[in-house]
């Protein structure tokens, strides 16, 4: 009956979506799906002041700025296929290595994946990342488990930095369309992550100002 609606409707493959959703069904598939336009998500991280990165529906990190580089770690540093949330959390131990409870951040991804994403029902891809962390991760394979979901919208996080630690409050916003494209940023919880922060985006300036005039 939805689907009739949707069709008499004449709607778009994202209007058709949501209103499966809003109906309390899963999307139709439509075999194909718009690429997110990477320099306009590198354009919109930016422009935020704030560690900000992107990731699509299998947690995959699309783009980030500098400042999300000072709390988890360097995405450039690790090749395009490494570039997971998911597999960076539970197979490569030096990332996020400055958060003050990493445990707690991944399990806060995985709930998060788990809530948000059909791709495990759906991906092949994904269903062979969940079958491979499942086999190299306890960790991950209890989180997975337990079936825990996670429905808030903001949280916080801490981490530890030269500079002192820095407390944040997360806020996402996730794209409605097929692409499942999650944008998460982290707001300085307190005046004086606030004042780390601005003197991080200053001392990154002057070492940028300094290789120029080099």
């Given at each position: 009956m939805?689907?009739?609606l949707?069709?008499a409707?004449c709607?778009?493959?994202i209007?058709?979506?949501?209103?499966?959703t809003l109906?309390?069904h899963p999307?139709?598939?439509?075999?194909?799906t718009?690429?997110?336009?990477?320099?306009?998500?590198q354009?919109?991280?930016?422009?935020?002041?704030?560690?900000?990165?992107?990731?699509?529906?299998?947690?995959?990190?699309?783009a980030?700025?500098?400042l999300?580089?000072?709390?988890?770690g360097?995405?450039?540093?690790?090749?395009?296929?490494?570039?997971?949330l998911?597999?960076?959390?539970?197979?490569d131990?030096e990332?996020?290595?400055h958060?003050a409870?990493?445990?707690?951040?991944?399990?806060?991804v995985?709930?998060?994946?788990?809530s948000?994403?059909?791709?495990?029902?759906?991906?092949?891809?994904?269903?062979?990342?969940?079958?491979?962390?499942r086999?190299h991760?306890l960790?991950?394979q209890?989180?997975?488990?337990?079936r825990?979901l996670?429905r808030?919208?903001?949280?916080?996080l801490?981490a530890?930095?030269?500079?002192?630690?820095?407390t944040?409050?997360?806020?996402?916003?996730?794209?409605?369309s097929?692409?499942?494209?999650?944008?998460?940023?982290?707001l300085?919880?307190?005046t004086?992550?606030?004042?780390?922060l601005?003197?991080?985006?200053?001392?990154?300036?002057?070492s940028?100002?300094g290789?120029?005039?080099?």
């Open positions: 939805v689907a009739a949707a069709g409707l709607l778009t493959d209007d058709r979506a949501y209103l499966f109906t309390g999307p139709p598939r439509t075999g194909t718009p690429a997110p336009d990477p320099d306009l998500l354009a919109l991280v930016d422009r935020i002041d704030a560690p900000t990165y992107c990731t699509d529906a299998a947690t995959t990190v699309l980030w700025n500098r999300a580089c000072e709390v988890f360097d995405y450039a540093a690790r090749p395009p296929q490494q570039r997971n998911l597999r960076l959390l539970f197979t131990p990332f996020a290595q958060l409870d990493r445990d707690e951040y991944a399990a806060r995985v709930r998060t994946f788990r948000r994403s059909e791709a495990p029902l759906n991906d092949p891809a994904v269903i062979a990342l969940i079958a491979e962390l086999e991760s960790h991950f209890r989180l997975w488990d337990s825990e996670r808030a919208g903001t949280d916080t801490q530890h930095h030269p500079g002192g630690r820095l944040f409050t997360m806020l996402t916003f996730q794209d409605l097929p692409t499942g494209i999650r944008i998460t940023t982290y300085p919880a307190d004086d992550t606030a004042r780390r601005k003197a991080i985006q200053q001392h990154h300036i002057s940028a100002d290789i120029f005039m080099a």
